[in-house]
Every structure is written in structure tokens, then in C-alpha cells.
């Protein structure tokens, strides 16, 4: 295929063709359902035959039926390339000293034409060149450390990121700020708060939901925003900075063992779980929401944990689940389940033998809750007392996730159970708490008039 018609094929690249237009043509097509101009940009090769595509001046990408063409005019042609050179970032001796760890994500991504994918191909280097911003910031370097979507994260890398988190402490940089895709982001706070404890700086993960060739990428104001809170915050803990609202208002940090991806694809996706977020943060001050947090110090010095046992699974209970589900864990050596159970901690009477059968070998299961805000109180209802009594133990209010990857660290430590649940129950950085807040339950349901006299309000 020749490269004047990238990706185009059948009907489409016919269509190219009759009116000599190539990829990357600035044009004006005019179309039984209106006119459109923009630039006609490649054909993914595992899409349809039937659509031109074309970049609006708004930025947003639209498909145009062959069928619908009734004319096309060039008026320009400039090749696009999609990566941006790596700029030498200016220091400054008045401004802290910030390390970025890339670890692949939309924040440092492209679009990848062949296969319309978003794909992890920036490196961390490359961010000063797109977002310029940072200079005013701080002074920023950079270092590649994966290069992998979050769905990929695993036990080798949250070993390597929490061992490069302590060298760089121990360096003396004043911030961390950690790039990462927000699919699993929380699990890997979670794991950190455990692997990296008193820290003497913040450690702040950041992504985007929107890749950065999108004019509503949050990517850039993510950016800063984590790095703003990396160089200038009173806060050294491990903390998610995102979007707080959907607009490019100010952005939430949340603490690394509440924080949640709660919407496949709003920009304000991560929030806190059963408490409120540590501050708010805009490109010029860090507002503190709460002051229950660790302070930054002066010392280098830091607690790096790097363990992590992978024989340890998560199961979500629904109704009629058979009991071959932890039988199956079981006989595969698995050593630790945690279980997000329904109401304060529960699962079906089928299922206790299978239960009972992983506790005779030694597996150890802990219960959360799928209701994600609220404890686990399993001493309420026979069903939770029975449980307890085969071997389960109830994990507070931690969420799923950040149950399960704390009993894959407690069990990298030790095989001895008493000292596994000593570390699960013991809070180390907010993931169990003495209670949840009257405000760290808010979800308004839309539709109903006292929500809608409420939205009005701010939204006319």
C-alpha cells in the first residue's frame, strides 16, 4: 500500500484515489449530511473499508461514510509526526529538585495509527517539550523506568518502582511524582504505601484519561498539578493526583490506600473512599481538606519493602458461586484469598466446605466488602459468625484491592499467619480506619428534585 493512503483500502482508498487526495490533506469535504473540513488522517488497519477519517480544527477526530462524499478539495498537505523531540529542561537554583518515574499510561502516550490504539511510546523526557509549564514549576528530571500499560503492572515492577523511589530519596530529591495509567493506578498506590512507608517526601502517581493528541486532555493539568504538589507540598505520603471535577478547575489528592477508579472515562474518575481527599491543588496553591497527614522532613531517610507473594487471588462473590472456585485457588498453591463479600461480609453456605478444606492447608482468607464504603461486620448476621468461625477474618474497611495487595505483601514477608494477620490488621497508611466521616459517604442520584435544585445551583 503506498504511503500517500496509509491504512485505506476498498471503498475508501477508491474514494481517495478519484479525487487525489492523500493522507495528512488539509481539505473540505462536502457530504450529503454537510460540509466538513479537516485533516485526512490514516485508516487503522483493523477498521472498516467504508469511512474516511479526518481531524476537525476542534481536534476531535470524525468518521465520514464513502457513500456520503459528494466532493473533496485539498487546499494543503503537511505530514504529521507524532513525537515530540526531548527538550533540555532549564534549571533553577531557587526551585525544588522533582524526579519523574515513568512507568508507561495516557500520560505519556501517543495514537498509534496502525492500530487506532493508544499505545505508551512518550518517554518521561519528552513531557518538558509538550508541557513547558513545568519550568515554572520546578526542576525536573526524568527517568524511563517501563514502558507498559497499568493492566501490566505486576509484583517485578512495583519491586523496581518502590527500590527507585528509595535510591532517588536517598539522592535527595525533594519530590516524586510517578506516571502511570490510571486502570490500575490504585492498585499500585496501594502497594506502595506498603512498600515505601515514611517517606520524608511526597510521592505522587499521576495519569490522564484522555491521551495527550485529544484538545480535552487532562494529561498537561494532571501534570502540573503533581508536580506543583511533588516540589511545594507539606504532605509526604503516597497520594493519586487527578482531576477533582470534570472541568480544569483543580485537582484532588487522595491518599494511596482510599483512592478508587470509579468511571471508565470521566476526567474526575479517582476519588476517595469512605473519608475525603488530602487537599485540593491548582497550578498555584495546595489547599490541605484534612491535617491527619505525614509531614515532609528533612532526613533521607526511608523504609523500602519491597515483597510481594503472587500466589495470592481476589474473588468477588455473587450469587451461586461453587465452591470449585477456591478449591481451584487452593489446588494451585495459591496462599492467601481476600474475598469482597456481599452486605457487611458474606457468602453462600455452599462454599464453607471449600472454605474450611483452604484453611486445613493453610490459606489464609481475609473479607471485604463489594458494597466498597462501610466495615465488615460479620458478627452481626449467623452466616458472618459461622465464617469467622471456619477460618475467615474480616479486614475492616479496606478496600478490595488494597486488601488484597497488603496480604500479598504481609505474605512475601512471612509464612507464619498470627504474624500475617498482625501486619493485615494493623493500619499503616489510612487503609483501615477508626471510622468513616459523615462526608466520606456523598453519591447524589440524579433525576430526583431535591439533587436537581442542588445541581442548579452550580450548574445553570
Known sequence: MSDLFKGYKGPALELLKKFNIRVWSDTAVKTTRGDFKGIVLPRSENDDDTHIVLKLITGYNVGIAVESVLDIQEFGYKEAHYKIPEKQFPFSKEKKNVKLLGTGGTIASRLDYRTGAVIPAFSPGELYGAVPELADICNLATEKLFAVFSENMGPEQYKGLAKAIGEEIRKGTDGIVIGHGTDTMHHTAGILSFMVQNSPVPIVMVGSQRSSDRPSSDAALNLMHATKTAADSDIAEIMVCMFGP????????????????????????????????????????????????????????????????????????????????????????????????TGLGHVNKPLYPAIVRAAEKGVTIYMTVQTLWGYVHMFVYDTGRDLMAKGIIPAENMLPEVAYVKLAWALGQTTDLDKVKQLMLTPIAGEITEREPYNGYLIFQGGIPEVEEFIRKFHK
Not at 489528592?253 to 470521566?266: A, D, E, N, Q
Not at 474526575?268 to 473519608?275: A, E, M, N, Q, Y
Open 246 to 341: 470534570t472541568s480544569d478547575e483543580y485537582g484532588l489528592l487522595h491518599r494511596g490506600t482510599r483512592v478508587r477508579k470509579m468511571h471508565s472515562s470521566y476526567r474526575s474518575t479517582f476519588r476517595t473512599i469512605g473519608d475525603i481527599p488530602l487537599a485540593m491543588v491548582d497550578r498555584k496553591k495546595i489547599t490541605p481538606l484534612r491535617q491527619d497527614y505525614k509531614r515532609r522532613r528533612n532526613d533521607r531517610n526511608v523504609d523500602i519493602l519491597p515483597f510481594f507473594e503472587e500466589k495470592v487471588g481476589m474473588l468477588y462473590y455473587y450469587p451461586n458461586m461453587q465452591p470449585d472456585m477456591i478449591d481451584a485457588m487452593v489446588d494451585h498453591g495459591y496462599r492467601g484469598i481476600v474475598i469482597a463479600g
